[in-house]
């Protein structure tokens, strides 16, 4: 069974710090990932998408991919209150649909 | 990126009775899936809305359980049947854009709690 694995946190920095986010991925066909952020009773919010090897980068985001590792992270630097949230990570499956991780609760403290 | 609605956004409702949501896109989407997010949980794929012909269920869910509809490009239905509390949930509709590379866009949800 494909699967997404993510640490469920809560992960708590202050802030102004960097958030370091994980995910690990089973399908190794896979190729585009990407990082939701979803807000309590709020629907999940794409903030970025990575389909290559390497980092990718925009504004306070940056994601990294490691495909033979199977592996995905966001950072979040200067991290703020606001980025207090769940973020979702997805996988991109070949019937259209995206497999979903559990989610990591980040919590930034002022 | 499309505009999603759907309706109702929350409900309150009795065990055994049924329920449908609405999905709305103001524009032509190709790619419509349900998914159910569960009390602390993460998003679970119900199935894809094809249109024209019957959705694809995931393993899990049945049609007699979770009946969709998808008439057109733009609109689609998911009725929950016959609930019990285990249905309680959040019910997503999403898309995906022509010509995107394989991001899903979300509609608010709709908060479900059955007695």
């Known amino acids: 069974q494909k699967e997404v694995e993510q640490n469920s946190g809560p992960l708590s920095v202050p802030e102004g710090a960097i958030a370091s986010l994980n995910c690990t991925y089973s399908d190794r066909v896979s190729q585009s990932f990407f990082w939701y952020r979803q807000y309590s009773g709020k629907s999940p919010e794409l903030i970025m998408s990575i389909y290559s090897n390497g980092d990718k980068e925009d504004g306070r985001f940056t994601a990294q991919l490691n495909k033979a590792s199977q592996y995905v992270s966001l950072l979040i630097r200067d991290s703020q209150p606001s980025d207090s949230a769940t973020y979702l990570c997805?996988?991109?499956?070949?019937?259209?649909?995206?497999?979903f991780g559990k989610g990591t609760k980040l919590s930034v403290k002022p | 990126s499309a505009v999603i609605s759907q309706k109702p956004s929350r409900d309150i409702c009795q065990r055994g009775t049924s329920l449908t949501i609405q999905c709305q896109v103001d524009s032509q989407v190709t790619m419509m899936f349900w998914y159910r997010q569960q009390p602390g949980q993460s998003l679970t794929l119900i199935a894809t809305?094809?249109?024209?012909?019957?959705?694809?269920?995931e393993s899990g869910f049945v049609i007699d359980k979770f009946p969709i509809s998808r008439p057109n490009l733009t609109f689609s239905t998911l009725t929950v049947s016959n609930m019990s509390p285990e249905d309680s949930s959040i019910y997503l509709c999403?898309?995906?854009?022509?010509?995107?590379?394989?991001?899903?866009?979300f509609g608010e949800g709709s908060r479900l709690t059955v007695l």
């Open positions: 999403s898309v995906e854009e022509p010509g995107s590379t394989g991001e899903l866009f």
């Open positions: 997805a996988v991109h499956q070949s019937q259209g649909n995206l497999i």
């Open positions: 809305a094809n249109q024209g012909s019957e959705a694809t269920y």
